[in-house]
């Protein structure tokens, strides 16, 4: 069960990651003028 755990705090910690990477190039992008439409997210199974 810790395993899990662990497996849950890391993908958490990878997604704040990602998530912060996104707005920055999202915000490098509006600053060039570049816009681009988003993706629909992908249903998971």
């Known amino acids: 069960m810790n395993e899990l755990k662990q497996s849950n705090e890391a993908l958490r910690k990878e997604n704040e990651r ?3 990477l996104e707005s920055k190039i999202d915000g490098s992008f509006s600053k ?3 816009y681009s439409t ?3 997210e992908s249903k998971q199974p």
């Open 38 to 40: 988003p993706v629909p």
């Open 18 to 20: 990602l998530a912060e």
């Open 32 to 34: 060039h003028g570049i």
